[in-house]
């Protein structure tokens, strides 16, 4: 369709409508869908003509026309309107669903007109366009539910259905789609020679396409896949009902069955009859007895019935009631359908079709030859419950038709007889009328989206809204009344003719061309080129012919050259169309793109750029670009990832911290609540830095004058410095200095993605906070020093050195805590101890260590034991020294008060004697060497005895030194001289 054939057809009532535009809502104008998403005021439409009608016959099938009352229409319905009656019959009240999904920007405006946001919009139609869900049934059928009530045709049409299974495609040959009374629901089922074939078994997995399939206004439910399903049926099949029609028992299950018996009442157990297994039921049959159909209710017990898988219902029981049919059928009632058709409805299903007679007058009528398998009478499929009969009738020869010259209704005589019902009860003659009436009205296109082409013989089909006279064209050539362009050119039309439907219906005009590729055709039907089969000629009406390539897809590249920066590279060396500009059919992690993002073509038509907004992601992380297949090419190529099954584009990209980290608060840090000074600042960041502040990139001050800034620590989002002790009433000010003052010019602190602080950001510290971390580090050198704290003394030192200060730095102080004799004086880190000499028993002394650093602090005990320093005393009569009882032998005895050693030397009497060092050491005087010597132990109370032999026959002195265990040394030497020796 070409610019001035949109013009010339544009009708008065469209242009009169549009310059009255009020400000109703939706305003009046075109809303351009497709790739374009643009909304056309009058005005806005004029100004930009040329653009504008590009735009829309590229687009007609998504464009909208709004008048100035807000009604709705599609464009090419409003654009075959001639008059303004004609245009206020096509439109109705704006719903959502006349417009599409995307906003639409406002030409010669500002914004954009969302519909979904629009209160004004009438609600749609009950249902959504959608396809709502896919399930396997059973083994034998695939449901596909619909949101919407779907057009007969299209739901039955199997090729608009692909199923894949176990990874594979399955394409049986015998796959057949049923639409149910809901209208909504599909079964797709495998039938082979009017068998219902097994699809599943346990175990497989598979997803369902469905593309093609529109709703009753001939809408196109968008293409849809599966989610992928696994198919697994371990459930037996169950009983749903019995029910007696006519002469059959049926019993109905759950799902498709084999095998199986029947048994009635108390009869014999028989396999069925037959099984019907197809369309969402389910049932078997059986011959019923005269017995079995007596008025009353009657047991059905069925056994073993398995479904596809095998699993098996061994036993169950339901139950029907016949009733006695005593009533003769009757008709209900004569309706006419068309201008050659009536319907006869009677009361109750028929055992065979009846017998009709149709007079007009006196003529009888013959019933037509083609219909209903030749005679003239066809069971109405529609209705349910079989009691319907559509009637066709005919010309009786040419002098004597159905109507006669002039005629446009009929009055007929109808007559019904031999109406019989399955009890063989036989109604009365019927004899009614029923006039019919010859159709008025012009065939006109339906819908667009019913339109089709075949590619392989350069065939478009354009379907009409009614039955057409294939004989008939008003010059002999049915192509000459047909003008057929694409992309602004017309094409010759080789030939032209009527086809029928796939119902046997010659609604269809197939139109040949030199040659049909992937594009769309605009088809014009100049008035009188199709008449209908009452003579009635089309007005001149157009519709378009889309082609669709399905290879045909763009995949594009991205890339990202610099931080939040989306290339988007088109591929197929074809530019893009506005849609690759329009952010809307982009989305980040399934949501629209934030505010302040931009878009647009770089370098060339073929490279989009996306640029996220600055100080907006806070950390680094991956996103899924999403592209929607409304993207598309001047060719009108979509944007996907595959085109079998359809799928979007999606990738990950990088997202980039480009939030700048904020200075939020400061805090003095003390480790005491009750502290009213400081020396330690606590700064709170918005996120965790990488690099902590230098002391130039901070100012602090107190009371207006500066303080040095020095220890600076960062952890995370906080960072910590020392000041002066200040006091805490007066409070610290914070200021993040701009990079301009400060001393290297530029700013250190920046956060982990090396964003920089942000600058000026000024704070003041008034509060106090615990300083944990330093309160948790005191204790912990508190216990470290604790550990580390020993106390070593022998006993009997005067002095013990003891630690002040832990190597962490704690301070520790001494006292001693248990001293009951007075032995021990601490001073600082040094204990004096006194032991007495008076008394033979040890002291123990206590000491107390006090740890303290900060606020921590603990302490530590140690016990020590100060050994007595009186020496030992010898027992009465003690020692002894006398000679032997053999010769050369002396023998020496001691005892004393308390355990200890006595030493012994033996020298020459007369000699000088030596000193009690010299005893302990057993030597002589001076050192010279003793002619005997030795030591004895003692235990208090007990003598002790040694023997020293070999000695030479003379006198002899022994002297004697006595030790107890606590290492008390007597200081004076005890003698026993004169000793002879044999």
């Not at 083609?370 to 040419?398: C, E, M, R, S």
């Not at 006198?955 to 001289?977: C, K, L, P």
């Amino acid at each position: 369709m070409n610019k001035k054939l949109v013009l010339s057809v544009l009708s008065t009532a469209v242009v009169a409508s549009m310059a009255a535009s009020a400000m109703a809502k939706p305003n009046a104008g075109f809303y351009v869908g497709g790739n374009v998403d643009k909304y056309y005021s009058i005005d806005a439409f004029l100004n930009h003509l040329d653009t504008a009608l590009d735009e829309i016959i590229d687009n007609l099938d998504s464009t909208t026309f709004v008048d100035e009352n807000g009604k709705a229409a599609p464009f090419l319905s409003a654009l075959n309107a001639q008059t303004e009656e004609e245009l206020n019959a096509v439109t109705e009240p704006a719903r959502l669903d006349h417009f599409e999904n995307n906003p639409y920007a406002i030409v010669d405006g500002t914004g954009v007109y969302n519909p979904e946001e629009d209160e004004d919009l009438l609600a749609p139609e009950p249902g959504e366009l959608k396809v709502e869900s896919v399930s396997a049934i059973n083994a034998n059928e695939i449901k596909v539910v619909f949101g919407k009530e779907v057009f007969k045709e299209s739901a039955e049409t199997e090729s608009n259905y692909s199923i894949t299974l176990n990874g594979a495609p399955f394409n049986p040959a015998g796959l057949t789609a049923t639409l149910l009374d809901d209208k909504k629901t599909v079964i797709l089922s495998n039938v082979n020679a009017g068998v219902q074939q097994q699809i599943f078994s346990n175990g497989d997995s598979f997803r369902v396409t469905v593309d093609g399939v529109m709703d009753k206004d001939y809408n196109k439910f968008p293409k849809f896949t599966s989610e992928l399903a696994a198919y697994n049926d371990v459930t037996a099949p169950t009983v749903v009902k019995s029910e007696l029609r006519g002469s059959t028992i049926r019993v109905y299950f759950s799902e498709p069955v084999t095998g199986g018996t029947i048994k009635v009442d108390n009869g014999t157990a028989v396999a069925p009859a037959s099984y019907v297994n197809g369309g969402g039921v389910y049932y078997v049959t059986l011959n019923a007895t005269a017995a079995q159909q007596a008025a009353g209710t009657h047991t059905v017990t069925v056994y073993n019935f398995q479904d596809a898988e095998g699993n098996t219902l061994p036993v169950a029981t339901t139950t029907y009631t016949a009733a006695a049919d005593t009533t003769a059928p009757s008709v209900q009632s004569i309706t006419a359908e068309s201008a050659y058709t009536f319907k006869v409805k009677v009361s109750e299903p028929l055992a065979a079709e009846p017998t009709i007679e149709v007079k007009k007058g006196n003529l009888v009528l013959p019933l037509d030859n083609t219909f209903g398998g030749g005679n003239g009478i066809a069971l109405d499929t529609t209705d349910t419950t079989n009691t319907t009969y559509i009637v066709k009738v005919a010309d009786a020869n040419a002098s004597n038709p159905v109507y006669g010259t002039g005629e446009t209704s009929v009055n007929l005589s109808v007559k019904v007889s031999d109406l019989k019902d399955n009890a063989n009860l036989v109604g009365a003659v019927f004899n009614g009328t029923v006039t019919l009436s010859k159709d008025a009205t012009a065939p006109t296109v339906v819908n667009a989206n019913l339109n089709t082409a075949d590619t392989a013989n350069n065939y478009l089909y354009v379907r009409f809204n009614e039955d057409l006279d294939a004989s008939y064209s008003t010059d002999g050539a049915l192509d000459s009344k047909i003008v057929v362009t694409k992309n602004g050119v017309q094409l010759p039309v080789t030939a032209a003719s009527v086809q029928n439907d796939a119902n046997g219906d010659p609604t269809l005009v197939r139109v040949t061309l030199g040659s049909v590729t992937p594009g769309t055709y605009n088809v014009k039907f100049l008035a009188g080129a199709v008449t209908d089969v009452d003579a009635n000629a089309n007005a001149e009406v157009s519709t378009t012919v889309t082609v669709a390539d399905p290879t045909a897809l763009v995949t594009p590249s991205v890339s990202q050259p610099a931080a939040n920066v989306i290339q988007i590279t088109f591929g197929g060396g074809v530019d893009m169309t506005d849609s690759a500009t329009n952010l809307a059919n982009y989305t980040l992690d399934g949501q629209a793109f934030p505010a302040g993002t931009t878009i647009g073509f770089y370098n060339n038509k073929q490279t989009v750029r996306i640029t996220l907004p600055s100080n907006l992601y806070s950390q680094n992380t991956v996103a899924q670009l999403k592209i929607s297949k409304n993207v598309k090419n001047e060719n009108n190529v979509p944007v996907l990832a595959s085109a079998s099954p359809e799928t979007e584009y999606t990738t990950q990209i990088n997202i980039t911290d480009n939030v700048k980290p904020v200075l939020e608060s400061a805090k003095f840090l003390v480790t005491s609540n009750s502290a009213t000074t400081s020396n330690k600042v606590k700064l709170t960041f918005s996120e965790d830095l990488g690099t902590a502040p230098a002391a130039d990139d901070l100012k602090v001050t107190v009371n207006g004058n500066e303080v040095a800034v020095s220890n600076i620590a960062l952890n995370g989002d906080v960072v910590t410095f020392n000041i002066p002790t200040t006091v805490i009433s007066q409070g610290a000010q914070v200021k993040v200095l701009p990079a301009s003052e400060q001393t290297d010019g530029s700013m250190d602190a920046e956060d982990l993605a090396g964003n920089d602080l942000t600058e000026g950001t000024i704070v003041t510290a008034t509060e106090k906070e615990l300083d944990t971390d330093a309160i948790a580090s005191d204790a912990a050198a508190v216990a470290a020093d604790k550990a580390a704290l020993a106390v070593n003394y022998n006993g009997t030192d005067a002095t013990i050195n003891l630690t002040t200060t832990g190597t962490n730095g704690s301070t520790i102080t001494w006292a001693d805590t248990t001293d009951a004799a007075n032995v021990a004086t601490v001073t600082g880190g040094t204990v004096a101890i006194t032991r007495s000499a008076a008394d033979d028993t040890d002291d123990t002394v206590v000491l107390t260590a006090t740890i303290t650093k900060g606020t921590a602090s603990d302490t530590a005990t140690f016990t020590i034991t100060v050994k007595e320093a009186k020496a030992a005393v010898f027992a009465s009569g003690e020692p002894t020294a006398v000679t032997g009882a053999s010769t050369g032998d002396l023998d020496v005895t001691a005892d004393l008060d308390e355990n200890g050693t006595v030493y012994y030397v033996v020298v020459p009497a007369g000699d000088a004697a030596p000193t009690a060092a010299e005893v302990v050491a057993g030597t002589a005087s001076g050192g010279a060497t003793a002619v005997a010597s030795g030591q004895l132990s003692v235990t208090a109370g007990t003598q002790a005895t040694a023997t020293e032999s070999g000695i030479t026959a003379g006198s002899y002195d022994v002297y004697f030194v006595a030790e107890d265990a606590n290492g008390n040394v007597q200081n004076t030497v005890t003698s026993v001289t004169g000793v002879a020796v044999n």
